[in-house]
């Protein structure tokens, strides 16, 4: 059923009769709004959760009776749950993450793509097959590492934020470097040329030149960090043991450990307040962010 | 370490040579804040390293060392241009991806576990801090003094609650030694009778212990768990509650004053003989590993946390005992093996799934003139783009046998309710079913970019050579596809391999499997089950067991990407930038 309706450059031609359209892409239309349906299936229960008055997971009703936003208002109510300190805890710890992170890849990027010096490929090498281990596979060796740390330097020890967000800074360096590196390698090496001739120095160049130019992918990248950083699980759960410490996915996993029902309409709301954002920005920016995830990295 | 060079990729001779000039000129205050910098960085990175020595943290310790290194080479060296640049990446690379991968295959060599987890020094230090737990204190005890030929004083004690003891004086509060000249247990002492010699000591009495008067002032005995103080020529006040080890370095042996036994040194912690069966904890007489010699009540080969769980032994190399006991133990092998079975059926099939799913999506809207086209894509992103752990979770809940939507569906089709997450055949369907939401769009997306790029004239060629639909997906597209989507699809294999939070945050690994050494569940991957081994879901936290099965993960891992790069070639490309 491929190949013989994919014919090239359509005509403008409007549709004759419903019989003949159906005849032609309805068997399309059908595959592809079941799958629609399919996923937006637990999306739209989200939704309707979200806002509905009765908040369990037992009264949940796909048109809600009466639309409340009390599920939104018990986030930040910390008598209800303390969502809203987990929410702040990934928030933060992803941005400052992903902002350093960001930037110790672009000056390796950097160096990669515009020095060549002894060891380049065999670093270029070990960087590729480190990805071949997940970071949080050392989860017991972060554990015993920051135990050491912590007896000397408390802010960076076991159980605390400064730990973990060195540990995700250090995970996504090699990888990120790796992407940036192909996109500095398409910037024309000409330009650096014309800077240098200009009296340009290295920096300079680097943070007036390269980095503007580079901003789309940086950006990206960014994206792609924070995401993975706020959403990272086994890390967060084996390095903090405060439950006012813990991030989102830890801290919601221990919250409904105790049973869904009555929690439903809290997660929910919880739900939609931290995919919509996320949901919003890569259906606009899909382009970029895809072909970014499509180089490697893989979700699902 | 290689000499970096610091040629730019710039060609002509000209413009390489003027950057240098230009740096020579202009570097001099950048040189001299430079060199500030480091010197402070230096200061900071001397001070952390003889800190975490201090604390015999050996590997941070280096670790640290590594990272100074690195950047007083970067930034002193003139011509090191490119690592300037690396070496924040590098350094950050080096301790939090590369030393961890080091430091768990090296746990898998230790007997790192509750109760093993301090260094030897560590752990002995600790023990001498036990203070005794049983004996009453203030007892006034009867005293007897004896002097022998060398003139050395010693006091006999005893008392009601107290069997009597005979020691030589203490040197002073911080000597601990007992210095016993008799061994009185089993000998009958009558104390308002005193032996007139016992061992070379000679009773002092009258005038003899007037003399006496100045050197027994304030003078004590160590006793089993305490000191005897003297009060008065006559009697003297029993302290107990000191401490209740001491530790023989010259014959590595560990003194228990509390049970007056001895214990020496053996693999992880100290092993005490002659030990009262009663002070032997019953789990670990009847425990399977247990190596504990007993007879006539009393036994021998006793390791410390027999007697207490809070008795520290500590961390050493086993060598491979513990891969050994992932092989020969029947109760870890059995769930291991069962694990990976699963871990590599799920990783598989979850693929397959999933990009026949995205496969068939795609070639379904591939035609250009196709209405709504922009919009479906758009829907089939909102999977790939909500965070799988929120997804996961909400799925959990769909999922709910008493109140979940997807049983009120059911229920509304007139079909039965289905106890998804509980039932074994049932949470690895809805393992499945929930990662194949999750997943498919990616694949949807990376095929729909794939298709594109096959040539619309071959599709043309075998058409005109009169190929049916069929034949020709079979035997242009799929195959065109599967060239550029390889490396993906590995990838993807990979994540899924090591797909943990959507096994711990759908299913927990459940239902749980009964009957085995090691907590596992008929859904668990190896690494939710290496997860649960580590944290203590079972007999408290077996690191060294767990980090030998992330090292066999580790192993897995590199030789299915050897077998992926060796496929795709991915290196050369990117060499052939």
Redesign the interface.
Known sequence: ??????????LPRRRRTFGAWFRR?GG??L??IL??I???Y??V??ISAAFNEAN???S?RLIPRNITFENFSGIFDNDVSPVSTWMWNSFYIGLIAATINVL??A??A???S????????A???S????Q??????????????SR??G???PAFGFNTHGFLI??Y???A??FN?FLLK?FL?TIP?SL??AA??D?A??LTQ?FRIILPLARPMLAVIFMITF?AT??E??LAS?LLTESSKDT??VG??TF?AEG??AK?GV??A??LL??AP??T???IA?KHI?GG??A????? | MSELETTTMITTDEVVASPKVALHHSSGRALLVRTVLVALFDAVAIYLIAQFLANQSWAVAALTGVVMLLVNYAYLHPRAQASRWLTPGLALMIVFVAYPVLYTTYISFTNFQTGNLLSRDQAIERLLEVPIRTGESGELLTMHVYRDAADTLALLVGGDETAPYIAALRDGPDDTELRPVADLSGVAIDLEAPPETLEGFELVVGLGLTAENRRLDGAAINVPGGSATVETLKTARIEIGGLRYTHDVERDVLIDAQLGVECPAGEGTFYCDGVPEVEVQRIALISEDSTILCADGGCDDVPLFALDQSLAGWQQVIGFDNYAEVISNDRIREPFFRVLTWNVVFAFGSVLLNFAFGLGLALTLKDDAMRFRSVYRAIYIVPYAVPGFLSILVWRGLLDREFGQINGLLGSLGLPDVNWLADPTNAMIAVFLVNLWLGFPYMFLICSGALTSIPEELLEAARVDGAGAWKSFRMITLPLLLVSTAPLLIGAFSFNFNNFVLIFLLTNGGPPLTGYDVPVGSTDLLISFTFDIAAGAGRGSQFALATAIIVIIFLFLATTSALSFRLTKKLEEIYDQ
């Open positions: 059923m491929t190949s013989e309706t994919a014919r090239p450059a359509a892409s399309r239309h595959v592809a799958a629609a399919f996923a937006l637990p999306v229960w989200i369990t997971l037992a949940a110790v890849a000056f390796a950097h160096a990669f515009r020095f060549d010096f002894r060891g380049r490929r670093l270029l090498t960087l590729l097959v480190m071949i281990f997940p970071q949080f596979l050392g989860f017991i060796a972060f554990f015993v590492m050491q740390i007896e000397v330097v060195l540990v800074i250090g995970g360096a090699g470097a192909g390698d090496k650096d040329e240098t001739i009296g120095g290295a680097f995401i706020f959403s699980f086994i084996f989102l996915p919601l996993q409904l869904y029902n439903w997660l929910a919880t739900a931290g995919a996320i949901v920005v890569f259906i899909q895809i995830l499509s490697g990295s893989v979700k699902g």
